[in-house]
């Protein structure tokens, strides 16, 4: 079972680049992130077309997340973060697929640091790390996917002392970050790529594509017997050369049946 991340950054503007990347890699399931499209602006007819089901939370202009399926129904578990009901951006949607529970997300970006904006992210790790304490310990294989905004170390980021006062690499989001391995969760990628250097974003600018100056702020987290599993952890470099294409590239894990 081959479970794919991306942050679309525009799903209606980049829907070519998109599809594209789904006819050619064929991931079984995939978790969206940036829609940047309301809830009824969602291109389902051409997402079904391509051969899959979707379950989608818009917001107009900024955020929303979204999950397909091509192995088999959607069985939508929470749309939204617990923990805040006055908190209404489209930032977290969850489902079992083929007896996999996957919740995908789209953390909060923080910056500028400090101020409003990094004191909302660091609650919002806070609300996640309370919900994912009750999903841990289930029998069930659990796949936490999406773009968690965080560079947990100095191997995730092309020039770590060019970013130490920025919201994705503050200590206290690495912090946050550490918090949720120490409930139990791994990270996938690293897990299998202890030393390497991956990156899933790029600036648009500067050449940084070229260059591989590059973030690892995509991730995979896995609770132990989604572990079990775990056969396979890459990042799919193509479509961030396309033309009109996101600056995130797609990550994805393989499960074991």
């Not at 979204?66 to 923990?83: C, D, K, M, N, Y």
């Amino acid at each position: 079972m081959r479970i794919a991340t991306y942050n679309v950054n525009g799903i209606n503007g980049r829907l070519p680049v998109l599809l594209r990347w789904l006819d050619l890699a064929r991931p079984d399931v995939v978790v969206l992130q940036e829609l940047k499209a309301a809830q009824d602006r969602f291109p389902e007819a051409a997402i079904r077309e391509a051969g899959y089901d979707a379950i989608w939370h818009g917001q107009s202009q900024w955020n929303g997340v979204a999950l397909l399926s091509r192995v088999g129904e959607i069985h939508e578990t929470r749309r939204g973060l617990p923990g805040d009901p006055g908190d209404v951006q489209s930032r977290y949607i969850e489902a079992a697929v083929n007896g996999v529970l996957i919740a995908g997300l789209y953390v909060p970006n923080g910056n500028p640091r400090p101020g409003p904006k990094f004191d909302y992210k660091l609650r919002w790790f806070e609300r996640l790390q309370t919900h994912l304490a009750s999903l841990i310990e289930l029998d069930a294989p659990v796949i936490v996917a999406g773009d968690f905004n965080v560079m947990p170390s100095d191997l995730d980021v092309y020039a770590p002392e060019r970013w130490r006062e920025d919201a994705l690499f503050a200590p206290e989001v690495r912090e946050a970050w550490q918090r949720l391995l120490d409930q139990g969760w791994t990270d996938a990628l690293r897990h299998l790529h202890p030393n390497e250097t991956i990156y899933t974003f790029w600036k648009y600018w500067r050449r940084s594509f070229e260059r591989n100056a590059g973030l690892r702020i995509d991730h995979f987290l896995l609770n132990p017997p989604a572990l079990d599993r775990l056969l396979a952890a890459e990042v799919d470099t193509r479509p961030r050369g396309w033309e009109k294409t996101s600056d995130h590239a797609p990550a994805w894990i393989v499960l074991s049946e």
